[in-house]
């Protein structure tokens, strides 16, 4: 069974400070998604990273996979406080198929301080 | 385009009420889905469709019920609805197939209580 992991689930942030957090998950997948979700909103997608060494960029947002490891870790660069949210990643639960299923981690909150 | 579009935005259900949760999408998509999300959970999967007339259980299918008559609307009914029903509910489509990226676009979601 596929089961994804995501650390920490909350994670308060000084402005202008560098950040990492972490997507892992438990069985080969070849398709990661990292959504992300203001208050009281819907999902909006951010990235797919669809391969080993994939690295995709979104202002101040870089993530990349390693699907060797089975992890994802956005980095966060110079944290501001537009990027006050909470971040899924999801995981394609059919390996090699398009059956598109996701399963979702439970979510990074992260808070920016001034 | 609209996208993913759900009605209504929010309900508040006695316990045993019945209802249904609408969503279109006018993106032509074949594949949707149904999602329920907890306070400070990931969303599961409820009910997924492959195309009009193709439906599937997801994970937490017991209590709901799901249609395909249409490429364009996904409609989740709820029979006898039990607090453990409160949540919020969101819809997403897919594009078939072709491309590389395969994304989920989802909906603005139904905020349903149940008292």
């Known amino acids: 069974e596929l089961k994804v992991e995501q650390n920490p689930l909350f994670l308060s942030m000084q402005e202008g400070k560098n950040y990492t957090i972490y997507c892992n998950y438990s069985?080969?997948?070849?398709?990661l998604y990292w959504y992300r979700q203001d208050p009281g909103k819907s999902l909006e997608s951010l990235f797919v990273?669809?391969?080993?060494?994939a690295v995709k960029q979104e202002g101040r947002l870089m993530a990349s996979l390693d699907t060797k490891a089975r992890l994802s870790t956005p980095h966060i660069t110079a944290a501001v406080h537009d990027l006050s949210a909470t971040y899924f990643c999801?995981?394609?639960?059919?390996?090699?198929?398009?059956?598109?299923?996701?399963?979702f981690g439970k979510g990074t909150k992260l808070s920016v301080k001034p | 385009n609209a996208g993913v579009t759900q009605t209504p935005k929010f309900r508040i259900l006695k316990i045993g009420q019945s209802m249904t949760l609408q969503c279109t999408q006018d993106?032509?998509?074949?594949?949707m889905y149904w999602y329920r999300q907890d306070p400070g959970m990931g969303l599961k999967l409820i009910y997924y469709?492959?195309?009009?007339?193709?439906?599937d259980k997801g994970e937490v299918p017991n209590g709901y019920n799901v249609s395909r008559s249409t490429t364009e609307d996904f409609p989740l009914r709820l029979e006898l609805a039990a607090p453990s029903q409160t949540s919020v509910y969101f819809c997403?489509?897919?594009?078939?197939?072709?491309?590389?990226?395969?994304?989920?676009?989802f909906g603005p979601g139904t905020r349903l209580t149940v008292l």
């Open positions: 469709s492959v195309g009009a007339g193709i439906t």
């Open positions: 999801a995981v394609d639960s059919n390996y090699g198929g398009s059956q598109g299923n996701l399963i």
């Open positions: 993106m032509n998509h074949n594949y």
């Open positions: 990273l669809l391969s080993n060494g």
């Open positions: 069985t080969t997948s070849d398709r």
């Open positions: 997403a489509s897919r594009r078939t197939s072709g491309g590389a990226r395969n994304e989920q676009f």
